[in-house]
């Protein structure tokens, strides 16, 4: 079958770093995909990774270790605008196959 | 403005009575795809389309219906429509797989 496992529930204070592990098991692998998505909310893309290794985009970054099925999103310097939900999501096929995990919701407190 | 566009945002319907639910993108992407979240079960990816007549099942097709006539929309359709597909419905589309997607701002389906 295919999964991907991610915490469901993460918590943290604002100025903190947090990250959220992804594992999964795909029949393909082409890429890993993060979103976020707040209540009420459409998901909206966060970053992309299709080769090993770390990807920073501002305060977020984002790493894959293909060797592992394992990546991961790093939030560093958290503010209260961060807490919403965390997807990760696997391109398992050329073209548009995405599958998604159950989401992990952060919680940024003051 | 680029953007994803999904219609109604919200619908009560009832059982059986068939449904469309449409989506158009502006951006000319190729890759259009649609979702169903529920709580707990996170976005489970119902049909997807790689171009133009060029459409495949995700996880959850049963039910449900797509077709891509054009390349700008992407309809939903529910021929006849369970409680059990009451949900909250995502449209999205890519130019390619390291864009990432972008959603519509969803439609919340209730089927009484």
């Known amino acids: 079958g295919q999964s991907l496992e991610q915490p469901s529930e993460v918590t943290a204070v604002e100025g903190a770093i947090v990250q959220i592990n992804c594992t999964y098991q795909t029949s393909g692998f082409y890429g890993l995909s993060w979103y976020q998505q707040h209540d009420g909310g459409a998901p909206t893309f966060l970053s992309y990774?299709?080769?090993?290794g770390l990807e920073e985009t501002g305060r977020f970054s984002s790493f894959l270790s293909r060797s592992d099925s394992y990546g991961y999103l790093l939030l560093q310097e958290l503010q209260m605008k961060d807490s919403a939900s965390y997807f990760c999501a696997v391109n398992n096929q050329a073209g548009t196959a995405l599958i998604f995990g159950k989401g992990t919701t952060l919680s940024v407190s003051s | 403005e680029a953007q994803v566009t999904q219609n109604p945002r919200y619908l009560i319907t009832v059982t059986g009575k068939k449904l469309t639910v449409t989506c158009s993108q502006n951006?000319?992407?190729?890759?259009m795809s649609w979702y169903r979240q529920d709580p707990g079960l996170g976005l489970r990816q119902i049909y997807y389309s790689m171009n133009v007549e060029v459409t495949d099942k995700g996880d959850v097709p049963e039910g449900y219906k797509v077709s891509r006539k054009e390349k700008r929309n992407f309809p939903l359709i529910l021929e006849s429509p369970s409680p059990n597909q009451t949900s909250l419905y995502f449209c999205a589309s890519s130019l390619s797989l390291g864009d990432g997607y972008t959603f519509g701002s969803g439609t919340r389906l209730t089927v009484v």
């Open positions: 951006m000319n992407h190729e890759y």
């Open positions: 990774n299709a080769l090993d």
